[in-house]
């Protein structure tokens, strides 16, 4: 935890576009440890495009426009001139145009910033995007329900219909929807997607080791919660300490639960000695039951020692009758 926000560890699955556009305004990237939600916190915070306004004369306003970001070494005057005019529509900062990106492209994304001016686009993706995928993704765009998110590029896991198939739940769902992971099945990416269509917070992809109905069951309880639920994280938690904060996660549907919160001991006391000695959980181990045992040690000695007064008093009965037969 840092604060009161929890650490993500994305395993391979982090959105680096949204670390690239954000190096491109600011200098520098977002913090990688971030969750979907401060992802897109962060991204809306760096492209906020504010609209000042000023009454210079009483009943007049006037609107001052921040400024457009300049232009890159490959955007054409003329592309500039279309996205100044286009910025001066839209809320979030439009990015220039990229080497990659064909003007074609740019074209269609300044169009999508006009229709949906509070979206956040990206521009294409030359290693994971075919031309006509990248279109699909600026008209998903610009049907989007909810302000201030964004379609992430199609991903080189993804296929074509699966990809297809996150640009329709991106079109209702309120938070960001995350692409296929490097350690998802198909099967697992169909049912995160049916279940997102579902929930108002991000569902991350299955993290590696995660058993699948562990994931299945992630996947349901997130459709009750207000926060994504992180995945099992190998490094910071058992399978049997995840499997606690699952059940935690019900009675603390409204917040994000990290691997190895307290909250998780309290409502789920280890039983365990593999739970107990989860990493950041509890550090007090699970005796073995030694009574039983013990009791049963008491029990054998001293059935023993009966046995053997009862031989000695046998003994003792039977000394004065010899003597009696003797004489």
């Known amino acids: 935890m840092q604060g009161d926000v929890p650490l993500f560890a994305w395993g391979g699955d982090y959105p680096a576009i949204i670390g690239s556009m954000v190096r491109e305004v600011l200098g520098r990237p977002t913090s990688e440890n971030f969750g979907p939600f401060d992802l897109m916190r962060t991204m809306n915070e760096t492209f906020k495009h504010e609209l000042p306004v000023s009454s210079r004369r009483k009943g007049v306003a006037q609107v001052a426009k921040s400024k ?38 740019f074209l269609r994304r300044i169009d999508a910033h006009r229709t949906n001016p509070d979206a956040i686009i990206a521009p294409f993706s030359l290693e994971t995007e075919e031309p006509m995928q990248c279109v699909k993704r600026f008209v998903a765009t610009k049907n989007m329900a909810h302000p201030g998110l964004m379609v992430l590029p199609k991903v080189k896991v993804e296929t074509a219909t699966e990809f297809e198939q996150r640009l329709a739940v991106c079109q209702k769902c309120p938070s960001l929807v995350l ?58 938690e058992t399978l049997s300490a995840f499997e606690c904060r699952l059940r935690a996660q019900k009675e603390y549907s409204s917040e994000a639960l ?14 365990l000695s593999n739970v107990a000695n989860a990493p950041g959980l509890s550090s007090k181990k699970v005796e073995p039951v030694q009574e039983q045992q013990g009791g049963e040690a008491t029990d054998a000695k001293q059935k023993e020692e009966d046995d053997e007064e009862g031989q000695r008093q046998q003994q003792d009965d039977q000394e004065p009758r010899a003597k009696l037969e003797v004489e």
């Open 68 to 105: 457009a970001l300049p232009a890159s070494r490959d955007e054409r005057e003329e592309e500039t001139t279309r996205r100044k005019e286009a910025q001066a529509e839209s809320n979030k900062l439009i990015l220039p145009r990229p080497k990659h990106e064909p003007s074609e492209l």
């Open 179 to 236: 692409p296929r992971g490097v350690h998802e099945s198909a099967d697992d990416f169909k049912r995160r997607m049916a279940k997102q269509a579902e929930a108002t917070a991000a569902i991350m992809p299955r993290s590696a080791k995660e058993e699948p109905t562990d994931f299945q069951n992630r996947c349901v309880l997130a459709v009750r919660c207000e926060e994504t639920i992180h995945p099992y994280d190998a490094a910071r």
């Open 258 to 271: 990290a691997p190895g919160d307290e909250k998780v001991l309290k409502l789920c006391p280890p039983v």
